[in-house]
């Protein structure tokens, strides 16, 4: 059974900083692609950023680049979401989804069979 478990969610000011975890397990890591959705009230789920765990590239959302970093650590299955100079907009419940199938379509949510529960970040002015 897959079981995609985040944590690292809370709450900040502007401008701070969190860290997301994804840990994955009952699932073959290696070779596909791991992402970072969010969704807002109101709002549709967005692809955030992504990684191929097979090789390392990455891709993000023009709204997050040069704040967000997704990274991987292979041996404990786990990715991570640093999150940089935080808005008010950053507000929303983010999602770990795993199994993805291609880099090039890799922030479409339709990519993806697996997801954790989400976690809440929630950025004051």
């Known amino acids: 059974q897959v079981q995609l478990v985040e944590s690292g969610g809370g709450s900040v000011q502007a401008g701070g900083s969190l860290r997301l975890s994804c840990a994955a397990s009952g699932y073959t890591y290696s070779s596909s692609c791991m992402g970072w959705f969010r969704q807002a009230p109101g709002k549709e789920r967005e692809g955030v950023a992504a990684?191929?765990?097979?090789?390392?590239?990455?891709v993000y959302a023009d709204s997050v680049k040069g704040r967000f970093t997704i990274s991987q650590d292979n041996a404990k299955n786990t990715v991570y979401l640093q999150m940089n100079s935080l808005k008010p907009e950053d507000t929303a419940v983010y999602y770990c989804?795993?199994?993805?199938?291609?880099?090039?379509?890799?922030?479409?949510?339709?990519?993806?069979?697996?997801w954790g529960q989400g976690t809440q970040v929630t950025v004051s002015s």
């Open positions: 990684i191929y765990t097979g090789g390392g590239r990455t």
């Open positions: 989804a795993a199994d993805g199938r291609t880099v090039v379509a890799a922030l479409n949510e339709y990519e993806y069979n697996y």
